[in-house]
């Protein structure tokens, strides 16, 4: 009496469909990655040097807006010693 062999069917265990599931998210997650560090990559480089060249510049000018600020307060408000008496 020949063996008989079952046809492959397409039909998946839990384990081999999780598996399955697994190496395609691996395989489209790789691929999003690359497109990330090829594209977005730089772009994010590019937004973090032009944040940080925007803060070199503007700390500086809000430090000197406080200090004329605070300079004019003076002027305005002199000290009581500094006031003629009337």
């Given at each position: ?19 399955a ?24 480089m ?41």
């Amino acid at each position: 009496m020949p063996i008989r062999y079952r046809p492959m069917t397409l039909t998946l265990t839990a384990v081999e469909g999780t598996i399955a599931a697994s190496a395609m998210y691996g395989a489209v997650m790789f691929v999003i990655d690359a497109w990330h560090l090829a594209v977005i990559g730089p772009q994010m480089m590019l937004q973090a040097v032009m944040l940080a060249a925007g803060l070199v510049i503007a700390v500086p000018g809000v430090r000197m807006e406080r200090t004329q600020i605070n300079e004019a307060r003076r002027v305005r408000n002199p000290p009581a010693i500094a006031r003629i008496p009337s």
